[in-house]
T-cell receptor, first 113, second 112 residues
């Protein structure tokens, strides 16, 4: 019963460093999403994918890139981290679309100093 | 841009009390979902309501979707400390939309 697994759970980066957040789901879901959650701002969509090999921009895509080379994995990359990217990042997946509800991972807390 | 406003933003009550939280929009949604998020965890789906006027019950939690499908409420009867968490509503616009619109949430604390 793994569901959606995010790695790492915590990370501290220096400004300008790069990193990749990994999201893996074992439910054979088609749709995958990356959100960031900030106090007072709620959940904001960064990028999403409607199937293997596809990606699309969400509400706040600047400074992030994504890839979905395999159906079960959705990677979020930060090429040059900035303090404004300090946040909690959540990955979610959905079987056939947003109408069927999301399964979320437990999040990655990222601090950029 | 569709927005979902949740109220109240914060709510602190004693164990055993009843409470209602609200989720309002000026836009019509095809369906609305409610999630609960505990500290350090991701949101967990509680319920989806799809029909205007629909009422769903989940033990002590009652969810209602407004007749016009623009608003929803969550009522908790006899709140328990285990109900503590962030309650999020999320709206689905309909066919052609690949994402949900989330409200900012109501942070509930139930004091023993």
């Amino acid at each position: 019963n793994a569901g959606v697994t995010q790695t790492p759970k915590f990370r501290v980066l220096k400004t300008g460093q790069s990193m990749t957040l990994l999201c893996a789901q074992d439910m054979n879901h088609e749709y995958m999403y990356w959100y960031r959650q900030d106090p007072g701002m709620g959940l904001r969509l960064i990028h999403y994918s409607v199937g293997e090999g596809t990606t699309a921009k969400g509400e706040v895509p600047d400074g992030y890139n994504v890839s979905r080379l395999k159906k079960q994995n959705f990677l979020l990359g930060l090429e040059s981290a900035a303090p404004s990217q300090t946040s909690v990042y959540f990955c979610a997946s959905s079987q056939r679309g947003a109408n069927y509800g999301y399964t979320f991972g437990s999040g990655t807390r990222l601090t950029v100093v | 841009t569709q927005l979902l406003e949740q109220s109240p933003q914060f709510l602190s009550i004693q164990e055993g009390e009843n409470l209602t939280v609200y989720c309002n929009s000026s836009s019509v949604f095809s369906s609305l979902q409610w999630y609960r998020q505990e500290p350090g965890e991701g949101p967990v789906l509680l319920v989806t309501v799809v029909t205007g006027g629909e009422v769903k019950k989940l033990k002590r939690l009652t969810f209602q979707f407004g007749d016009a499908r623009k608003d929803s409420s969550l009522h908790i009867t006899a709140a328990q400390p285990g109900d503590t968490g962030l309650y999020l509503c999320a709206g689905y616009s309909g066919a052609g939309s690949y994402q949900l619109t989330f409200g900012k949430g109501t942070k509930l604390s139930v004091i023993p």
